[in-house]
């Protein structure tokens, strides 16, 4: 459309075209790269996440050790013992849950990094238990990229209300990747569901340091560029279903390693 910036990817690179009409009839188009741009806004808004997952992590540990104080000072010993028990089991939990099915260590540290935000926020973020994504990912941090974005779009979503929760689901087929995230937030009304991935378009402000409705733009670029797509739909129970299909994403399994039989013992008449 004239006058309208439009995104596109082009390779590894981040692409704004526009064309402009002239007073002699003609137009101008330009064509400008944001590449660098749209990646130091990508590693702000990582190491502002960074920040808010350590941040919460902070506060979740202060509660914690006020409340073991506490038991101590009561002298509630077996209390204290069962509370300590119980928080590194659900740490651990959080962290097995995540490794056993994802087992790319750079989605499995964002996921681990997300879940501790999404509890200080009051949200739960939950691994589908269908999620089982093997370590063969030829673009890790494209699928980081798409995940980061639409977990943190779930995020706002669902953040304040009641029984708020993210579920993410990442699984194979062959050499196809399958994103879903759902969230219970109040869904995307069907005359929404193809502007949301238009750059620009958001409810939400924009922040200082870039503008606002990038980030599902990009992911839908990112996907169409592996010949893949990203759509929006009602999840079930109400709220909001993400769903991306990056077809090539993941690299053939390497040959299974060939048995060895071991050669029966000779006897001792065979080897005289």
Known sequence: MTGTDLLTVRGQR???ANR????DGGAVATLRDRTELEQLGRELDSTRGLIDALRAQD????????TLLGLLELEMYDDAVEFVGEVVGDHRATAEQVTERIADPLL???????ATVAAERGVALWVSDRTRLPDRLIDPQGLVTV???LVDNALDAVAGKPHARVEVELRAEGRTAILRVRDTGPGIPPEHQELIFTEGWSTKKPPA???RGIGLSLVRRLAERQGGSATVGEAHGGGAEFTVVLPEALADPGPEPALTVPSAPQTAKEES
């Open 14 to 16: 981040v692409l704004v």
């Open 20 to 23: 402009m009409p002239t007073d």
């Open 59 to 66: 506060h979740e540990h202060a509660n914690r050790m006020h």
């Open 108 to 114: 499995a540290a964002l996921l681990v990094g997300k």
């Open 147 to 149: 995940v980061g974005n």
């Open 209 to 211: 340091h870039r503008e």
